[in-house]
């Protein structure tokens, strides 16, 4: 009888896709179901952006682009890099991929060899440890919690390194905390690092356009980061274009033909209409994405004003992205009916069935008395699904 390779069964699922699944699946058997699990935004891709894409079309970039991506489109996102973050890369120093996470794993699996040591900062993006396990390497945890703003510190990440690190990775704003590091946070963590010269850094700034701070610092632009970082960004979360699949990675040339490399077995090049697209997103007008940027602030305010008034749970201000990742260690423990709740996953899956909203357990996200609240969507469906979770854990005891 056939069966998959012992390959997939070690590649663990994501939680956020899981439970996304779960609570389509109940909403489809006909039960009331709001959503605050996905992470995307509930905005549509900015009409510019779409003309963009029908004009390329019609100018015929239907065809094969290469690999490392449409040389314009590499360009553009040079004169971004350059103009936003003070950083100078070449073309060839940039690969165009299938979205962030593509770009990800494609530098995870160029840099870790078998039994190599990756730091990453708890709470963490949940397909960062099974990318490092699909590479032969071994994750390093370095925790924080709701009084350290979840984000630990230098000296933290400090103890956490032994000759086998090999790469530092994190994001930032972050998910799924929406914790921002600041300059002098990365300017530490630099300082430790320039220490220990045989450690890569990636930096996945995908959410750097949703930062309600009015600055994002990528740490390559601090001194002796850039020829040792790879930075992550793409198009889908600060420019609502999730389903074009566009994301990118510029690094050092060693990395970036590397990546090539990997990504021409795997994919070749990205979709060419989405680059011509992309164009117009990194050069257009950014109204749209700042009114974008703007409702999710005053959701997460929202969102912040109505958690409080849940007993026992405890907050982080979130200061990016368009998530918050409360502590409910106060219900954990408790029953009803003769149902006890004890971990973060149960109280998800109760919260799913009896109150019909669907989150995402901490777990997933190295911080097992956590869940993650999605607030891309309406005031509306905030207000009445956090008076859900309000209702439905009012009945644990």
Request: aromatic share 8%; with cysteine.
């Amino acid at each position: 009888m056939f069966e998959p390779s012992k390959r997939i069964g070690e590649i663990t699922e994501s939680e956020t896709l899981a439970m996304t699944k779960r609570a389509r699946e109940l909403k489809e058997s006909g039960k009331d179901i709001i959503s605050l699990s996905i992470g995307e935004p509930d905005f549509d891709t900015p009409a510019h952006i779409c003309d963009a894409a029908y004009q390329a079309m019609k100018d015929g970039h239907t065809h094969y682009p290469p690999v490392l991506g449409l040389l314009a489109f590499r360009e553009a996102i040079c004169k971004k890099l350059h103009d936003e973050n003070g950083l100078h890369y070449t073309p060839d120093c940039v690969i165009v991929s299938n979205g962030a996470k593509h770009s990800i794993i494609n530098a995870v699996l160029s840099i870790i060899n078998p039994g190599d040591e990756v730091i990453v900062p708890a709470p963490y993006w949940v397909s960062y440890p099974t990318m490092v396990d699909y590479a032969g390497g071994k994750c390093v945890y370095v925790d924080s919690s709701i009084e350290s703003g979840l984000k630990p510190s230098a000296e933290d990440i400090r103890k956490a390194i032994t000759p086998k690190t090999k790469l530092f990775i994190f994001s930032s704003p972050t998910n799924p905390s929406g914790a921002v590091w600041t300059k002098e946070e990365l300017e530490a963590i630099a300082a430790v690092l320039r220490e220990y010269p045989n450690i890569f850094v990636i930096s996945d700034e995908i959410y750097e356009r949703i930062n309600y701070t009015g600055t994002h610092t990528s740490i390559a632009s601090l001194p002796g980061m850039f020829e040792r970082t790879a930075v992550v960004n793409g198009l889908a979360k600060g420019f609502a274009m999730t389903g074009w699949r566009i994301g990118y990675l510029a690094g050092p040339k060693w990395l970036v033909n590397a990546c090539e490399k990997m990504q021409g077995l795997f994919t070749s090049g990205a979709n060419s209409i989405s680059q011509m697209a992309g164009i117009a997103a990194l050069q257009g007008d950014e109204t749209p994405l700042i009114a974008m940027r703007e409702r999710f602030k005053v959701r997460r305010d929202l969102t912040l004003n109505l958690l409080s008034e849940i007993p026992g749970m405890k907050v982080s201000k979130p200061d990016g992205a368009f998530y918050v990742f409360p502590d409910i260690s106060y219900y954990l423990g408790k029953s009803i009916g003769g149902r006890q709740i004890n971990t973060a996953e149960e109280l998800c899956i109760y919260l799913l069935e009896e109150g019909g909203v669907a989150t995402v357990s901490g777990t997933a996200f190295g911080m097992p008395n956590c869940i993650r609240i999605s607030y891309a969507t309406d005031d509306a469906n905030i207000t009445l699904a956090i008076g859900r979770l309000k209702t439905a854990l009012a009945l644990l005891s």
